[in-house]
């Protein structure tokens, strides 16, 4: 790692140059942060977890139409991604209360809500990530009424898939959180793909019985062991073997370098649309 060229390192992850223009190496560490970082623990193996079930919800998303960043897993720790200028806006679907949901309009948390709610926040960790409106978005030029609209319309059939997905294996999808990024193509084209991960990290996955946790509320609320929780969602997704891959509170990493990488076939071929291409739609 020391030979390559790092380009940023965040709470959760590393970018590295990649082996190709315009791709770039997503390294997932084993750092767990909550509370803007107020709180911090290194979890040996929550990284491997984390690349593991990001890799195999992005290819799968990416089955059903959903364009993303992620090209193939390259070992336990690190997948090939697209280099994609990142949208700083985060959007957050929430299909039950929870979190800071509650918090903001005092509901109960685990009340299921009407429909799926889709909140925008600013993605700025000094300023707590607050959050903002459409017109937000627009105003400040943070991404335009085609990105805006690509953006939601994504979000929904995200949902819509991962909740039947979790609901499979007895989950049941409480939040999650997107984020978006810009390719451009030779001509001026622009096209948006699904960045960043999608795992425990930033869902929450309940037990469809119990409502037990098995996400990042773990270590927030001291809940129990963060990594057993993310095991656990591995586990269920066929993702890992029924006897896990912690012995002995640590990482087997013999164990963990001899899953089969994930690599996502429709990368190379698929085919995005130009956003400009129409007029975006009455949000």
């Known amino acids: 790692m020391a030979r390559r060229r790092k380009i940023y390192e965040g709470k959760a992850k590393i970018l590295y140059e990649g082996p190709d223009p315009n791709t770039v190496i997503q390294y997932f560490k084993d750092d767990a942060t909550a509370f803007n970082g107020e709180k911090h623990a290194v979890i040996a193996g929550k990284g491997v977890l984390n690349n593991r079930i990001s890799s195999h919800l992005m290819t799968k998303l990416e089955e059903i139409g959903i364009p993303t960043h992620f090209i193939r897993s390259i070992n336990m ?9 990142i949208i700083p806006i985060e959007l957050v679907v929430r299909n039950i209360a929870a979190g800071s949901l509650c918090k903001r309009l005092g509901l109960e948390e685990g009340e299921i809500l009407h ?10 960790d000094e300023l707590g990530d607050p959050l903002i409106s459409e017109d937000h978005i627009i105003t400040f030029g943070w991404a335009d009424h085609y990105e805006l609209e690509e953006m ?18 007895g989950l049941r999808l409480v939040d999650f959180k997107l984020e978006f990024g810009r390719i451009w193509g030779e001509h001026g084209e622009l096209y948006l793909v699904l960045a960043d991960e999608i795992s425990p990290d930033n869902c929450r996955l309940w037990d469809a019985k119990t409502n037990e946790k098995f996400d990042k509320d773990r270590f927030r609320q001291d809940l129990g062991d963060l990594v057993e929780g993310y095991e656990y969602v591995a586990k269920r997704l066929g993702l890992i073997p029924e006897d896990g891959i912690l012995k002995g509170g640590s990482i087997n990493e013999q164990l963990a370098e001899n899953l089969d990488q994930i690599e996502n076939e429709l990368a190379e071929r698929r085919r995005l649309r130009d956003l400009k291409a129409g007029k975006p739609r009455k949000l």
């Open 77 to 85: 720790r690190e997948q090939l991604v697209r280099s994609v200028e």
């Open 115 to 124: 429909k799926p709610l889709v909140e925008f926040y600013y993605k700025k």
């Open 152 to 169: 939601v319309a994504m979000a929904w059939r995200v949902n819509d898939y991962l909740n039947g997905m979790f609901a499979g294996i």
